[in-house]
Each structure stands twice: as C-alpha cells, then as structure tokens.
Antibody
Framework: EVQLVQSGAEVKKPGESLRISCKGS????????ISWVRQMPGKGLEWMGT????????SYSPSFQGHVTISADKSISTAYLQWSSLKASDTAKYYC???????????WGQGTTVTVSS | QSALTQPPSASGSPGQSVTISCTGT?????????VSWYQQHPGKAPKLMIY???KRPSGVPDRFSGSKSGNTASLTVSGLQAEDEADYYC??????????FGTGTKVTVL
C-alpha cells in the first residue's frame, strides 16, 4: 500500500525550533516529489514548497521562502519540514503529499498539527 | 502569486449537478493544462479527484468531471450524493516548479 505517514502533533513556544517528518512507503520514494501544504484553523490549503527527494532540489512559495526549510533523506524515504524560530501564526495543520506536475498530489499524509503558544 | 478564485459556497439537491469555478491568470490556469481538484471532508486529509484538467484517478466516480476554458477551470459533480458534501479546492501549476491552490468551495447537499 502506498502511504505517507507523518510525525505526531507538536506543542511549542514562540521562538522554538521544530522539525516534522513525512515517511513514504510502498513506492519508490525518489520517483516522486513531496510537497508540503499548510492549513490554518478554519482556512484553506496553501502550497508551501516542494522537494525532489532524488537530488533534494527544492522550490518554495514566496509566502514561505526564508521562514521554513524543506529537506529529505532518501536513504530512509523521509521528508522534513522545519522551522528555526516558530511564531504563533505558524499554528496550523501541515500535510505532506506525493506530487508530480502532471498527476497532482495523489497521496497525502494524515497531517501534523502544530500549536505554537506561550 | 495569488490564490486562485473560487466561489465560497455551492449547493444542490441529491441527484442534481453542481459546478465550481476556479479562476486564475494566464500565468497559472490559463498557461498550463495542469489543474487538479481536491475534496476534503471535515477533519480529513484532502483527496485527489481530478488531475490534468479532466482526468480521474482510479476509484473516483465518473460523476466528477473537470474542464477548462481560458483562465477558468471548472469541476462538475453530477448526480449529487450526500457523501459529496465537502470542501473542494482547485490547484494549478504556475511555472518554475511553483503551484497555487484555490480559495476553496464548500459544497452543501440540500
């Protein structure tokens, strides 16, 4: 079964760092990109950025460039989304998705809820 | 890049059809045939319903269809069923490995 399994919910304070993960299984991890998508409480989907796990080439939405870092470790079929200094406005649910331009985002993780509060 | 524009809501009775629009620009929807549509039920992860403007992934009912004209893409749900009540989002390739989502449409089955 093709699936993406994300790490568990996090509660952090403003200014703290965080890395969440997305592990792929059931397919060749390096044959598909991984995208990260933010959904703030009660709001819509926002594309944050995409990584090609085969070479770690990344592209970011201008809205998120410089605030988050996307990376991947192809040896363990895992992609990451990280922050160096969280803000309260980063409180949201974050999804990873298997992604290619032609086929869209065809497999999604279950989502990771991040809560940032003092 | 700005979010693609969708109507906030749409509704129809069981068995009827509903069409959702997704308006972008010549730099995204109008420039590429890489529009996809996602269904999201409350508390669940999104699900791919349409890709490449009008293609359906395996397992998606043929009641769901997609089209595009100029800078506007559309999703039509025919023969509405109760389980179709959900939020729907379009997405488009915007060039240079960039992507953009629509603002989302809540579909209500009356």
């Amino acid at each position: 079964e093709v699936q993406l399994v994300q790490s568990g919910a996090e509660v952090k304070k403003p200014g703290e760092s965080l890395r969440i993960s997305c592990k792929g299984s059931g397919y060749s991890f390096t044959n598909y990109w991984i995208s990260w998508v933010r959904q703030m409480p009660g709001k819509g989907l926002e594309w944050m950025g995409t990584i090609d796990p085969s070479d770690s080439y990344t592209s970011y939405s201008p809205s998120f460039q410089g605030h988050v870092t996307i990376s991947a470790d192809k040896s363990i079929s895992t992609a990451y989304l990280q922050w160096s200094s969280l803000k309260a406005s980063d409180t949201a649910k974050y999804y990873c998705a298997r992604h290619m331009i032609v086929i869209g985002m065809d497999v999604w993780g279950q989502g990771t809820t991040v809560t940032v509060s003092s | 890049q700005s979010a693609l524009t969708q109507p906030p809501s749409a509704s129809g009775s069981p068995g009827q059809s509903v069409t959702i629009s997704c308006t972008g620009t010549s730099s995204d929807v109008g420039g590429y045939n890489y529009v996809s549509w996602y269904q999201q039920h409350p508390g669940k992860a999104p699900k791919l319903m349409i890709y490449e403007v009008s293609k359906r992934p395996s397992g998606v009912p043929d009641r769901f269809s997609g089209s595009k004209s100029g800078n506007t893409a559309s999703l039509t749900v025919s023969g509405l069923q109760a389980e179709d009540e959900a939020d729907y989002y379009c997405s488009s390739y915007a060039g240079s490995n960039n992507f953009v989502f629509g603002t989302g449409t809540k579909v209500t089955v009356l």
